[in-house]
C-alpha cells in the first residue's frame, strides 16, 4: 500500500482557496488517490477521488501532476465551517485496508 | 436513506466486561469495515469483510472478533475489555465496480470507555 506524507496542520482565513498538499511517491498504476474530511466527533466523510489529471465537484478539486507522485486538495474560499481533518488516500482495486493517516487539520480563522 | 448505522453512541465498560457493537448498513455494499480511532490520531483498520461469510483481520485485531452473516450487518464483538480498547470506534462500509472502490460511507461512531 502507498505511502501518504502531508502537513500535520494548516491555518487559512475565510474566503481564502487552501490548497492541501500530499505526497505519495510509491503509488501504484492501478491506485486511485481519495480524499476524506472528519469533522469532531463524527467519522470521515468522502470529498473526492481521483485518478489522474484534475476532478472538481461540489466541494472541491483535485490536482494530479503527469507523474502522480502527489495531488494537490483545493477548497475554493473556505469558511469557519470546513474547519476539519482532511486525509488522503491512495489506494487501488481492492483496496480494503486503507490506512488513514494523522491528516491535515486545518482550521479556518474569522 | 440512512447510510450506515451504528450502535450505541457512548458505553463505559469494566475492565473483563464484554460486549458488541452493533453496524448495519442499507446501501447493498459488499465491503463492511471497523476502525479505531484514539485521539489525535489516524484510523487504523480492526477487521473488515468483502462479503456476507468472509471476514479477515486488519491491523489490530487483537482482543476483537467480527462475523458478517448478512450483507447489512457486520458487528464487532470485544471479549475481556481493557483500558487500552477505550477509543472511538467506526463502522465503515463501500461499494467497488470492476476497478475502481468507491470512497466508504462512515457511521457516526461509538465513543468507548474501559475503566
Known amino acids: 500500500l502507498a505511502k501518504t506524507t502531508q502537513p500535520i496542520s494548516m491555518d487559512s482565513y475565510e474566503g481564502q482557496e487552501v490548497n492541501i498538499t500530499c505526497s505519495h511517491n510509491n503509488i501504484a498504476t492501478n491506485d486511485y488517490i481519495t480524499w476524506y474530511q472528519q469533522f469532531p466527533s463524527q467519522g470521515p466523510r468522502f470529498i473526492i477521488q481521483g485518478y489522474k489529471t484534475k476532478v472538481t465537484n461540489e466541494v472541491a478539486s483535485l490536482f494530479i501532476p503527469a507523474d502522480r507522485k502527489s495531488s494537490t486538495l483545493s477548497l475554493p474560499r473556505v469558511s469557519l465551517s470546513d474547519t476539519a481533518v482532511y486525509y488522503c488516500l491512495v489506494g487501488g482495486a481492492g483496496s480494503y485496508q486503507l490506512t488513514f493517516g494523522k491528516g491535515t487539520k486545518l482550521s479556518v480563522i474569522p | 436513506n440512512a447510510g450506515v448505522t451504528q450502535t450505541p453512541k457512548f458505553r463505559i465498560l469494566k475492565i473483563g466486561q464484554s460486549m458488541t457493537l452493533q453496524c448495519t448498513q442499507d446501501m447493498n455494499h459488499n465491503y463492511m469495515y471497523w476502525y479505531r480511532q484514539d485521539p489525535g490520531m489516524g484510523l487504523k483498520l480492526i477487521y473488515y469483510?468483502?462479503?456476507?461469510?468472509?471476514?479477515d483481520k486488519g491491523e489490530v485485531p487483537n482482543g476483537y472478533n467480527v462475523s458478517r452473516s448478512t450483507t447489512e450487518d457486520f458487528p464487532l464483538r470485544l471479549e475481556l475489555a481493557a483500558p487500552s480498547q477505550t477509543s472511538v470506534y467506526f463502522c465503515a462500509s463501500s461499494s467497488q465496480t470492476g476497478k475502481l472502490n468507491y470512497g466508504y460511507t462512515f457511521g457516526s461512531g461509538t465513543r468507548l470507555t474501559v475503566v
Open positions: 469483510s468483502v462479503g456476507a461469510g468472509i471476514t
